[in-house]
T-cell receptor, first 113, second 116 residues
Framework: GAGVSQTPSNKVTEKGKYVELRCDPISGHTALYWYRQSLGQGPEFLIYFQGTGAADDSGLPNDRFFAVRPEGSVSTLKIQRTERGDSAVYLC???????????FGSGTRLTVV | DQQVKQNSPSLSVQEGRISILNCDYT??????FLWYKKYPAEGPTFLISISSIKDKNEDGRFTVFLNKSAKHLSLHIVPSQPGDSAVYFC???????????????FGKGTLLTVNP
């Protein structure tokens, strides 16, 4: 597609529930990243994929968070047993070259009530 | 520990004047710096960047200055326009490290308001 597409744009869920956030990167971009932006903060790195594999998942806050990219294109960020502190905007980005030429999606605003 | 700091949460300027947004960093391994602009409900969009081997990069109304010894960079917008009103994020990369050369470290952002 022309840009990075993230769905849903908004998600409200109850504490303890499971959520999946989807990212559809720009076609041909092998590098894909997830960032999280909490209120009043800048985006913070979560995970980086090169192709199908997670090259760096050091930013995932704990084992409730997991991400996959099975075919090297679409990625899904999965959060188990959501907590109110998980409320944030989750941003996905993709690029041809690692680190440079990032294109961000519009994000998914997750609210845990 | 914030490695990239934007100490002004907001800035207000008159249309036509210069806007100066500041950014400081603490990690001496950072060697590439970027500015992103973000409108509400949209993702950050790339604005301008600078490598640590330069001290200035210009693109139209936007100029970024880098003072490596002071670990400080600034974004100048001149003349400022109402459409420039947005949150501006400073970000840094360790391109030459060979390790985490893909991981952007962002500041908290500065909300710029340009008044007509």
């Amino acid at each position: 597609g022309a840009g990075v597409s993230q769905t849903p744009s908004n998600k409200v869920t109850e504490k303890g529930k499971y959520v999946e956030l989807r990212c559809d990167p720009i076609s041909g971009h092998t590098a894909l990243y997830w960032y999280r932006q909490s209120l009043g903060q800048g985006p913070e790195f979560l995970i980086y994929f090169q192709g199908t594999g997670a090259a760096d998942d050091s930013g995932l806050p704990n084992d409730r968070f997991f991400a996959v990219r099975p075919e090297g294109s679409v990625s899904t960020l999965k959060i188990q047993r959501t907590e109110r502190g998980d409320s944030a905007v989750y941003l996905c980005a993709s690029s041809l070259t690692p680190g440079l030429g990032y294109t961000f999606g519009s994000g998914t605003r997750l609210t845990v009530v | 520990d914030q490695q990239v700091k934007q100490n002004s949460p907001s800035l207000s300027v008159q249309e036509g004047r210069i806007s100066i947004l500041n950014c400081d960093y603490t990690n001496s391994m950072f060697d590439y710096f970027l500015w992103y602009k973000k409108y509400p409900a949209e993702g950050p969009t790339f604005l301008i960047s600078i490598s640590s081997i330069k001290d200035k990069n210009e693109d139209g109304r936007f100029t970024v200055f880098l003072n490596k010894s002071a670990k400080h960079l600034s974004l100048h917008i001149v003349p400022s326009q109402p459409g420039d009103s947005a949150v501006y994020f400073c970000a840094a990369l360790e391109v030459g490290s060979g390790g985490s050369n893909y991981k952007l470290t962002f500041g908290k952002g500065t909300l710029l308001t340009v008044n007509p």
